[in-house]
């Protein structure tokens, strides 16, 4: 995976993603990584040379939040408005 974060915490858990053991909640978790992936793996800040990160935070698998986070309000408007373009 690109050098894009990602950063997990359900059910005030945080979560690794590689550790995931339920097959289906796996399969979610990869899912959000790869489609969130895809559509902003090009981007990164001009100026701090950096790529986004990304917060998920909900009370379940089921019920998660894309939250994200950057060197600067730049990159964050830039990732924000790229991922609701595409939706
Ligand atoms: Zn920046």
Redesign the pocket.
């Known amino acids: 995976m690109s050098g894009i974060a990602f950063a997990f915490e359900i059910g005030g858990k945080a979560v690794d993603p590689d550790k995931i053991e339920n097959p289906d909640e796996a399969k979610i978790i990869k899912s959000i990584m790869e489609s969130v992936s895809d559509r902003v793996e090009d981007l990164h800040?001009?100026?701090?040379?950096?790529g986004p990160r990304f917060v998920c935070t909900g009370d379940s698998y089921e019920d998660l939040t894309l939250e994200v986070m950057?060197?600067?309000?730049?990159?964050v408007e830039q990732v924000t408005k790229r991922l609701s373009i595409t939706e």
Request: some cysteine.
């Open positions: 800040c001009q100026e701090h040379d950096e950057g060197c600067c309000e730049a990159l």
